[in-house]
């Protein structure tokens, strides 16, 4: 139960300095009046739409972001996917289509929000939900229940 407390804040940890790298990189006041964000003050509707960035390659992202901001959208939604993240406990991979920070920067530079979708379940016809195999095999644990080890599992500190 140790080891998935761990993992879950290591990732939490690892998703916060992007956000934190990301806003020291775009300066700009995001506020809401009740009625809609308003950024630098200006109020905005913001069109998303997602791009899952395992099911495609690095050297691909920015034609695919390129196009999506072509189409309209102002946001690329993504889902963080623990499962290819932390493969098993402690083992992290953020390298390849797997580089999560890499992709953020490539919606940045092409002038788009990102919004990141942290589960820990991803809802995306992805294998397990997105969720490591390996926790399967902790003692007792139920997934999406309310079920002692996986609450613990998922509990943040």
């Known amino acids: 139960m140790e080891t998935i407390t761990s993992s879950v804040s290591k ?3 690892l ?3 992007v956000l934190f790298v990301g806003s020291e990189l775009v300066h700009c006041n995001v506020t809401y009046d009740r009625k809609a964000l308003l950024i630098n003050g200006q109020r905005r509707v913001l069109i998303s739409g997602s791009i899952h960035y395992p099911r495609s390659t690095p050297e691909m992202w920015e034609d695919l972001i390129r196009k999506a901001k072509h189409g309209g959208l102002d946001v690329i939604d993504t889902y963080v996917f623990w499962d290819v993240h932390e493969p098993s406990p402690g083992n992290y991979n953020f390298e390849g289509r797997y580089d999560l920070v890499r992709f953020i ?3 940045q530079k092409v002038g788009l929000y990102a919004n990141l979708r942290i589960g820990p379940y991803v809802c995306a ?4 939900g997105g969720l490591p195999v390996w926790l399967k095999y902790v ?3 139920s997934f999406r229940t309310d079920n002692g080890p996986f609450k613990v599992g998922l509990t943040f500190h």
């Open 125 to 128: 016809e992805w294998n397990f």
């Open 11 to 13: 990732l939490l940890t």
């Open 105 to 107: 920067k490539t919606v």
């Open 15 to 17: 998703f916060f300095t």
């Open 139 to 141: 003692p007792g644990i």
